[in-house]
C-alpha cells in the first residue's frame, strides 16, 4: 500500500505562502497526483491534480490563480504551492495518489478515483 505523507503545513497569516510536499514512495511515477483539503464541517474537497507523467493540472476554482501543483519523479514527490493564502483555505490538507483514465490519447484525473489517504498537513491561515 502507497505510504502518504504530507508535510509543510503551519499557521500564518493571510496574503502569506506556504508549500506543501507529499511523499509517496516508489508508486509515484505515471500515477494522478491530487491535493484536497478538509476544513471542520465540510467535506473533503478536491484541490490540484496532475498527471505525473505530463504537464497539465486541473484547479479548484476557488484556488486558481494562487496554488500551483508540481512534481519531482526523480524524488517521488509531489508539491502545492499556496500563495496569497485566505482565511478560507484554512484546512487539513491531503495528498493522494491514483490510476490516471486514459480518454482518446489524453490522460485525466477524475476527483472521484483518488480513494487512498494518508497523514494529511494542517493549515490555519488567520486574518
Known amino acids: 500500500q502507497v505510504q502518504l505523507k504530507v508535510t509543510g503545513g503551519g499557521s500564518v497569516q493571510a496574503g502569506s505562502s506556504l508549500r506543501l510536499s507529499c511523499t509517496a514512495g516508489?508508486?509515484?511515477?505515471?500515477?494522478?497526483i491530487g491535493w484536497f483539503r478538509q476544513a471542520p464541517g465540510k467535506e473533503r474537497e478536491g484541490v490540484a491534480s496532475m498527471y505525473t507523467g505530463g504537464d497539465s493540472a486541473v484547479y479548484a476554482d476557488s484556488v486558481k490563480g494562487r496554488f500551483t501543483i508540481s512534481q519531482d519523479n526523480a524524488k517521488n514527490t509531489g508539491y502545492l504551492q499556496m500563495n496569497n493564502l485566505q482565511p478560507e483555505d484554512t484546512a487539513m490538507y491531503y495528498c493522494s495518489l491514483a490510476p490516471p483514465e486514459l480518454r482518446s490519447g489524453e490522460y485525466f484525473c477524475p476527483w472521484g478515483s483518488f480513494t487512498v489517504w494518508g497523514q494529511g498537513a494542517q493549515v490555519t491561515v488567520s486574518s
Open positions: 516508489n508508486r509515484y511515477s505515471r500515477r494522478c
